[in-house]
């Protein structure tokens, strides 16, 4: 059912000079999936999510975006990026500003919307992640946890059709990984379409609907989540779940 294909992504390669990042990574995720991404450390998972909004150029291969090919030159990058969030290891807000204009700045300034809106919307979306209280307070005051919750919000306030989440947890102290991992879970349940970079096996064996590993550029493994680590195919799968498990 092409219609519910919200990106394919075909044969995408990825080169830094002569380093050959990705290989031909051919993926479709339609509208409501929840994709885990695993994978050793230099794999490429990362310039995989980068590539999927444009931060990176692909040097090979489309990316199909809702039916329009993201990598051709007539698309229009800024709006299809709108549609596209991103949710970094470090957060990203802007240090400078408080929760409220970190979260109002984008659809102010990019989308137009009036500020009292803008604001009453942002207070919605804080509220739904318990941090409804903090809209007043500097990045700095905030613990991890709490600005990745932040970081989370301000993505969500552009109303994207997908997220894209590169090791949200990685960069936050053990207690506060749940925190964030449960916001993301119930975004999950909404039926937000999701792609998530992560090292956390028990979150992407409960949230994902599908699991790839990727292994020097290449996916090599593609599966449900009880299929994938229940009954890994791959050895390099195998080895890596050996160790992390
Ligand atoms: P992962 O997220 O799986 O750890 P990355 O996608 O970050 O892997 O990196 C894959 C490889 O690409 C690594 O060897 C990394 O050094 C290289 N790489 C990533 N970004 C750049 C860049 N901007 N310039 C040059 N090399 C890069
Ligand atoms: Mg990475």
């Given at each position: 059912m092409s219609q519910d294909k919200?990106?394919?992504v075909k044969g995408l390669e990825k080169k830094f000079k002569h380093l050959e990042v990705l290989k031909g990574i051919s993926i479709d995720i339609c509208k409501g999936d929840v994709l885990a991404v695993i994978g050793p450390s230099g794999s490429g998972k990362s310039t995989f999510l980068r590539c999927l909004n444009l931060l990176e150029v692909p040097t090979g291969g489309q990316i199909i975006f809702e039916g329009v090919d993201i990598t051709s030159k007539q698309t229009d990058i800024n709006k299809m990026r709108q549609k596209i969030g991103m949710v970094f290891q470090n957060f990203n807000l802007f240090n400078n500003m408080t929760v409220m204009d970190n979260i109002t700045l984008g659809p102010t300034k990019i989308k137009g919307v009036p500020k009292a809106e803008a604001e009453k919307n942002a207070l919605e979306l804080l509220g739904r992640v318990g941090l409804a209280d903090r809209a007043g307070a500097y990045p700095i005051q905030l613990s991890g946890g709490q600005k990745q919750r932040v970081?989370?919000?301000r993505c969500?306030?552009?109303q994207p059709d997908v997220m894209l989440f590169d090791e949200p947890t990685s960069a936050l102290d053990p207690e506060m990984v749940h925190e964030v991992l449960d916001v993301i879970q119930k975004l999950a349940q909404d039926g937000m379409t999701m792609a998530i970079v992560t090292h956390e096996m028990a979150f992407a064996r409960e949230v994902a609907s599908r699991v790839i590993f990727i292994d020097e550029g290449v996916i090599v493994e593609d599966a449900a989540p009880e299929e994938f680590f229940a009954n890994p195919k791959n050895p390099r799968l195998k080895d890596?779940?050996?160790?992390?498990?």
């Open positions: 919200l990106i394919e970081a989370i919000v969500l306030a552009m890596f779940l050996g160790k992390v498990l």
